[in-house]
């Protein structure tokens, strides 16, 4: 299947602090890339969609100038968390999508903020 | 009425059982069907993808569509305790986003 990779796959920061994960797809490219938000023991929650080139499409509920995304290339999006607060700890993973589309997700990337 | 239904489990089996997944759904216009493993920790992983109603089979994986009746599942032949995951059903619609369902959390027994 296509690989898709996340960086950092762990970060720790203080509160208030700003924290960039990129995303990136590492054989195909990726028109449209996804960002969710998992929870322990809980189903992942669709935060944003990324679409190359343009503005990207957020879900209810969550806060686009809190979760800043650029889809810069078909190949990487970026997720930045900004003034970070310890309820943004969390699991973030992205997703990219083919053509046909199948969906591959990244590693994922922990969050903890202090 | 969640969109899509999937028993949390945990469904636990001795090795070598074959493992019995389910999902229901209830929006008609969902088109492509796709089972994801989930290990602790680790970001989700397709195993299936199916477009019609019918069977699939991939490996020890066998997924099966009903769009009659609204009804998804995988089968796991053969299980290992390293199939010991979370499984996610995520059927979607023609250019839309993937819609999860809760997730299975199964548990393979040496």
């Known amino acids: 299947g296509a690989v898709v990779s996340q960086h950092p796959s762990r970060v720790i920061c203080k509160s208030g602090t700003s924290v960039k994960i990129e995303c990136r797809s590492l054989?195909?490219?990726?028109?449209?890339m996804f960002w969710y938000r998992q929870f322990p023991k809980k189903s992942l929650m669709l935060m944003a969609t990324?679409?190359?080139?343009?503005?990207?499409?957020?879900e209810q509920g969550v806060e686009k100038d809190k979760f800043l995304i650029n889809h810069a290339s078909l190949t990487l999006s970026t997720l930045t968390v900004t003034s970070a607060h310890p309820e943004d700890s969390s699991f973030y993973i992205c997703?990219?999508?083919?053509?046909?589309?199948?969906?591959?997700f990244g590693p994922g990337t922990r969050l903890t903020v202090l | 009425q969640k969109e899509v239904e999937q028993d949390p489990g945990p469904l636990s089996v001795p090795e070598g059982a074959i493992v019995s997944l389910n999902c229901t759904y209830s929006?008609?216009?969902?088109?492509?069907f796709m089972w994801y493993r989930q290990y602790s920790r680790k970001g989700p992983e397709l195993l299936m993808y199916?477009?019609?109603?019918g069977n699939k089979e991939d490996g020890r994986f066998t997924a099966q569509v009903d769009k009659s009746s609204k009804y998804i599942s995988l089968f796991i032949r053969d299980s290992q305790p390293s199939d010991s995951a979370t499984y996610l059903c995520?059927?979607?619609?023609?250019?839309?986003?993937?819609?999860f369902g809760g997730g299975t959390r199964v548990l393979v027994k040496p």
């Open positions: 995520a059927p979607k619609a023609a250019g839309n986003k993937l819609t």
């Open positions: 929006n008609s216009a969902f088109q492509y």
């Open positions: 997703s990219a999508q083919l053509a046909s589309d199948e969906q591959f």
């Open positions: 054989d195909f490219q990726a028109t449209t």
């Open positions: 199916t477009y019609s109603s």
């Open positions: 990324s679409n190359e080139g343009s503005k990207a499409t957020y």
